[in-house]
């Protein structure tokens, strides 16, 4: 089994400033790693995923994650957040062998300030 | 474009009251999933089915139930809600085969039981 651990709950942040979104993960076998964004209303869309190969990892909208196995680590980037950005984003884990149930974080709200 | 519907948007129900909520997808995956979001716990998995007829249970199916006689639909039944049961409900669909894709979601029912 595997576990998701996102460390804020809430972030706060100016437009234009930089932000990262933490996500720790536990598990005793190789997982695949997702992070996905949920807008005012709406439902849950993919950001990026990390399955395999570099560890940097490009998604949509300007953001980054980056792999640290070491750290067991999957922390969201982006250089310069805008007021558009404002949602709950939340890290999803899936192992190897289970590919199908994604487990999820319980979800970071990233309010962007004018 | 992939397409997951969910018959309500929002569902006042009694104490009681069998209730059901509706997924229609349009791509022909072969996994469907009903979650429940809750603030500060994330998605958590109730049901998932990987093919007609069939289903396996999440990590809360307690008090649920579901059905899929079509590869499309994928219903979540609560034979007798409760108020604990008042949550946003998510339906997600998948791709099947040995490789890894995204998870789709709807829009999301929010669900208050009175």
């Known amino acids: 089994a595997q576990s998701v651990t996102q460390l804020d709950s809430q972030v706060p942040v100016f437009e234009e400033a930089p932000v990262e979104l933490r996500c720790n993960y536990s598990?005793?076998?190789?997982?695949?790693l997702f992070w996905y964004v949920q807008y005012p209303n709406q439902g849950l869309q993919l950001l990026l995923k990390?399955?395999?190969?570099?560890?940097l990892v490009k998604g949509i909208n300007g953001f980054e994650a980056e792999f640290n196995k070491s750290q067991t680590s999957f922390h969201l980037r982006k250089p310069s957040v805008h007021i558009s950005d404002t949602a709950e984003y939340f890290c999803?884990?899936?192992?190897?062998?289970?590919?199908?149930?994604?487990?999820f974080g319980s979800g970071t709200q990233l309010t962007v300030l004018p | 474009d992939v397409k997951v519907t969910q018959s309500s948007r929002y569902l006042v129900k009694r104490t009681g009251e069998k209730v059901f909520l509706e997924c229609v997808q349009d791509?022909?995956?072969?996994?469907m999933f009903w979650y429940r979001q809750d603030p500060g716990l994330g998605l958590r998995l109730i049901y998932f089915?990987?093919?007609?007829?069939?289903?396996e249970k999440g990590d809360i199916p307690e008090g649920y139930s579901v059905s899929r006689e079509k590869k499309e639909r994928f219903s979540l039944i609560l034979e007798s809600a409760s108020t604990n049961q008042t949550s946003m409900y998510l339906c997600?669909?998948?791709?099947?085969?040995?490789?890894?894709?995204?998870?789709?979601f709807g829009q999301g029912t929010r669900l208050t039981v009175v």
């Open positions: 990390y399955l395999s190969g570099s560890t």
């Open positions: 997600a669909t998948m791709l099947g085969g040995g490789g890894v894709t995204e998870a789709f």
């Open positions: 089915s990987y093919d007609v007829k069939m289903k």
């Open positions: 791509m022909d995956h072969e996994n």
């Open positions: 598990s005793s076998v190789s997982v695949y």
């Open positions: 999803a884990v899936s192992d190897r062998g289970s590919a199908r149930q994604l487990t």
